[in-house]
């Protein structure tokens, strides 16, 4: 289905001059699209020439929306989800969230093609460095030997939790010479069968029923985290954090008030850090000890070689949420620090504009505005115009709907209608027809020439019009109006109390997290 909408638009004469600025190496400008028009663009880039494209847009809601419009034509994409800005340790993260970062991370090296949309949040978070996620990525195969304590200690170090019986991916368990590993690589988690240190046999099994489904020949480990350690790098992150808390007990001011508070909650703060460290106990707030290790971390741009386009999503929001971001983030740490809740080389945690900046202008670079809009910020050496606009809805008036299509016919458009089974497509063509509205059923990969309206499948969920090339596209949701209102909660906003800074929680508070519902502050 994707060959009959991007063959007709990639011979278009400014879908060619966009090549030939990626080619040149020439910043350009693109206006005129709305968010499903800049989808169909960069799938379009990907399909044609530009393997590796990133779309950086200001918000996690944009990004998602983005991903989900790139998703209806293809499936070399990927969205990499935020990391929350969080200063003290806690005791549950997402781990399903830092799951799929891994495999973002892990498709960028291994991909051939992919699109991968990014919000500016999840940009300035530090990830283990490219090559040393390379590194410790365990292939396990068929027949070959391994030093089986050594293994389960890299398991360990990669973040994998030792359990009785697997129940989740990042889970491993051992039973005499046998191996259950639920890789995040892979939909089931696999049985490995030592004979003495040969692995013997490999299979993917049924997490309930643990019956084998498939022989396999190898297997793929990845780490489970983007941020990880070994224990050398643990003890020397260990010996940094203790320089750090002798530094600040030396610079407390032994005549305010607050001295013996702000000691007080120090020691617990580096205790705690320590004991965990010591221990190896689950430290689940990792991003606390990136500015004590002694390697530098990366950014998922540097997962990216020089040849990958980099697409600015309305680029003055973009520029824009790294301010917000970073006065948030001054702000919390400036208080946490006050209150002796946080480290000197803290403030120290994530990628600041300027850094993201320097790496962005390392690849060739695309902005995007609804409309001609230029800033200091950004440089341009082209300007390019395409007009797309929203599908007309018809909520299934057919009468309407044929007059429309035979109107585009005339004008010598190319109409594309995907629905989403062989059976809506073949009642619709005989609905249009006794319409006076020819239509072909198009099953193959043929494509519609001018005048012609084709009927075929797909998963599209929304419709649009693209002026210059003369396509329309329409799907269920424009003929048949089958979109769907969200249905607006209203909040009492007497009764609502949303903090602002962590500060103002008091021990025994209850919240209301966002993602991860109600609990208790402790």
């Known amino acids: 289905m994707e060959r009959y909408l991007f063959s007709q638009f990639q011979n278009t004469e400014k879908f060619k001059a966009i090549i030939e600025n990626y080619d040149a190496n020439k910043r350009q400008l693109i206006h005129g699209l709305n968010e499903e028009g800049m989808a169909y663009l960069c799938c379009n880039l990907n399909d044609y020439k530009i393997d590796k494209i990133l779309i950086i847009t200001s918000n996690e809601f944009k990004a998602r929306e983005i991903n989900n419009y790139i998703n209806s034509y293809t499936k070399n994409s990927d969205i990499f989800n935020q990391r929350e800005l969080i200063l003290y340790n806690v005791d549950a993260l997402s781990k399903e969230d830092i799951y799929k970062r891994v495999n973002t991370l892990y498709k960028a090296i291994n991909e051939e093609k992919l699109i991968v949309t990014a919000s500016v949040n999840s940009l300035i978070s530090r990830v283990i460095p490219k090559e040393k996620f390379k590194k410790n990525m365990l292939k396990l195969e068929y027949g070959l030997s391994y030093d089986f304590e050594n293994l389960i200690h890299s398991l360990v170090d990669l973040g994998y939790e030792r359990v009785e019986a697997i129940e989740g991916r990042g889970q491993f368990s051992v039973r005499g010479g046998i191996l259950d590993i639920f890789s995040l690589s892979e939909s089931n988690p696999y049985r490995i069968e030592f004979f003495d240190d040969e692995v013997d046999s490999i299979r993917s099994i049924d997490i309930k029923t643990q019956r084998s489904i498939k022989n396999e020949k190898e297997l793929l480990v990845l780490p489970c985290s983007d941020v990880f350690f070994n224990k050398e790098e643990l003890d020397y992150i260990k010996k940094e954090l203790e320089k750090d808390y002798q530094k600040r007990l030396k610079k407390l001011d032994t005549s305010i008030s607050s001295y013996d508070k702000i000691k007080e909650n120090l020691n617990s703060l580096y205790e705690s850090y320590a004991f965990k460290i010591g221990e190896n106990t689950s430290f689940n707030n990792t991003d606390l000890l990136l500015p004590f290790a002694n390697f530098e971390f990366e950014s998922i741009l540097d997962y990216f070689d020089d040849n990958t386009l980099v697409v600015l999503f309305e680029p003055d929001k973009v520029y824009e949420e790294f301010k917000v971001l970073a006065e948030s983030f001054n702000l919390s740490y400036a208080q946490l620090f006050e209150k002796g809740e946080a480290f000197y080389k803290q403030s120290d945690i994530y990628f600041s504009r300027a850094d993201i900046e320097k790496k962005i202008n390392s690849k060739k670079i695309m902005y995007h505005n609804a409309i001609i809009k230029t800033n200091k910020n950004y440089q341009i050496d082209d300007i390019c115009q395409i007009i797309s606009k929203d599908a007309t809805a018809y909520y299934g008036k057919m009468e309407d709907l044929s007059n429309e299509l035979n109107r585009y016919k005339y004008k010598g458009y190319k109409t594309l209608i995907v629905l989403s089974s062989d059976e809506k497509c073949k009642k619709l063509h005989l609905l249009l027809n006794d319409y006076n509205c020819s239509t072909v059923l198009s099953f193959d990969s043929t494509t519609p020439m001018s005048g012609q309206v084709f009927i075929t499948t797909g998963d599209l969920k929304k419709g649009f019009e693209m002026l210059e090339s003369k396509l329309?596209?329409?799907?269920?949701?424009?003929?048949?109006?089958?979109?769907?209102?969200?249905?607006?909660?209203?909040?009492?906003?007497?009764?609502?109390?949303k903090i602002e800074t962590f500060s103002d929680l008091k021990l025994g508070d209850y919240v209301v997290h966002e993602y991860h519902g109600i609990g208790q502050y402790i």
């Open 472 to 497: 329309l596209l329409l799907t269920e949701n424009e003929i048949f109006g089958v979109v769907k209102k969200k249905s607006k909660i209203k909040i009492n906003k007497a009764k609502k109390n």
